[in-house]
């Protein structure tokens, strides 16, 4: 049942913050069933914010999947 606008003014800053509780939980929820529906959707996230210094060498033996990449001879 919804809140009547009475008792919400009455009670106003109280029921804001449960609203914006719930808001956030809701679109938590939504953002994560994305990403069980299609990861690539985190990984693209993750990876628009990362930089330069957070990125690793290269080890010697990793063979890229994309083909363009890939130095004559790896497979």
């Given amino acids: 049942?919804?809140?009547s606008k009475e008792k919400?003014?009455?009670l106003k800053p109280m029921y804001d913050f449960q609203?914006?509780?719930q808001y956030?939980?809701?679109k938590?929820?939504?953002?994560?069933?994305i990403?069980?529906?299609?990861?690539?959707?985190l990984i693209e996230e993750i990876w628009s914010k990362m930089q330069e210094q957070d990125m690793v060498e290269v080890p010697k033996d990793w063979v890229p999947k994309d083909d363009s990449l890939?130095?004559?001879g790896e497979e």
């Fill in 35 to 41: 990403v069980f529906e299609n990861p690539e959707v």
């Fill in 1 to 3: 049942m919804p809140i």
């Fill in 28 to 33: 938590l929820q939504k953002a994560i069933e």
């Fill in 8 to 10: 919400y003014l009455e």
């Fill in 19 to 21: 609203r914006k509780k």
């Fill in 24 to 26: 956030n939980k809701e």
């Fill in 70 to 72: 890939k130095i004559e």
